[in-house]
């Protein structure tokens, strides 16, 4: 199957798991990761109607930045404090804030450039020792620390990643408690929040994803088949 073949099954059961769940999928937005990929394949994704793409390495988003075709970019992978100043102009979201220093930094960056950053909070939920991420606990005092000191930076939602697991039903709890607390913050908006994104679900548990009330998938596998991390991209 082609990328683009890819794109259209992705689509229709995003789709089919929004209805399901009583939403539009219109409303769930299809984020295609990119990593490993060239510049090629990815616009080809482009050409798709992918408007959204991440990667998880600063790295890969320089190399290839000049390449791609115009699309939103999202930094999807843990982030170092000392290379937010590489990629603040040239991202729309960055999913995965899980300091206050990182915060900082994306703020001061930001204000240079004259721009207010958009955020993501990623909340390790299922307390996953090889990831990244803050617990369910500490996710109201980061929110508050951000919104006091960093003018220049807006959060925009939360971001997961559920353990892997061959039943993709058995992470439907780890989604749930990102939603709750997604649901306390999204409708009231405030200076430097606006709930809009809850980033949930990728290739092998984005339906769950979507059932537990994800808006935002992050899906690379299922659209360009298995990443070979040998591969110079
Ligand atoms: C690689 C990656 C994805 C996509 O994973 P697939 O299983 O290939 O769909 C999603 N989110 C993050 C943070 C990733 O690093």
């Known amino acids: 199957m082609s990328v683009k073949d890819n794109i259209e099954k992705i689509n229709s059961?995003?789709?089919?798991?929004?209805?399901?769940?009583?939403?539009?999928?219109k409303d769930v937005l299809l984020c295609a990761v990119t990593k490993t990929h060239p510049a090629s394949e990815i616009n080809e994704a482009i050409d798709a109607g992918i408007t959204d793409i991440g990667e998880n390495k600063v790295q890969e988003i320089?190399?290839?930045y000049d390449d791609v075709k115009p699309v939103r970019w999202h930094m999807i992978g843990h982030l170092q404090t000392n290379k937010v100043k590489y990629i603040i102009d040239k991202v729309s979201l960055i999913h995965s804030v899980d300091s206050y220093k990182l915060a900082v930094e994306i703020d001061r960056r930001a204000a240079?450039?004259?721009?207010?950053?958009d955020i993501l909070i990623q909340v390790n939920s299922a307390l996953e020792e090889s990831k990244f991420g803050i617990t369910a606990e500490e996710t109201d005092s980061l929110i508050a620390e951000i919104l006091e000191n960093c003018?220049?930076?807006?959060?925009?939602?939360?971001?997961?990643?559920?353990?892997?697991?061959?039943?993709?039903?058995?992470?439907?709890?780890?989604?749930?408690?990102?939603k709750e607390i997604y649901?306390?913050?999204?409708?009231?908006?405030?200076?430097?929040l606006d709930f809009k994104y809850l980033s949930m679900g990728m290739s092998?548990?984005?339906?769950?994803?979507?059932a537990e009330g994800s808006n935002l998938i992050r899906i690379g596998t299922a659209i360009f088949g298995a990443r070979n991390y040998n591969k110079n991209v």
């Open 183 to 192: 649901d306390k913050y999204a409708g009231a908006p405030r200076t430097g």
């Open 204 to 210: 092998n548990d984005f339906e769950t994803a979507i």
């Open 62 to 64: 320089l190399d290839k």
């Open 13 to 25: 059961l995003k789709n089919a798991a929004a209805q399901r769940a009583g939403r539009d999928g």
């Open 112 to 117: 240079q450039h004259g721009i207010v950053m």
């Open 151 to 178: 003018p220049h930076v807006k959060i925009r939602g939360l971001m997961c990643i559920a353990p892997f697991s061959e039943n993709a039903g058995d992470v439907a709890g780890y989604f749930r408690i990102v």
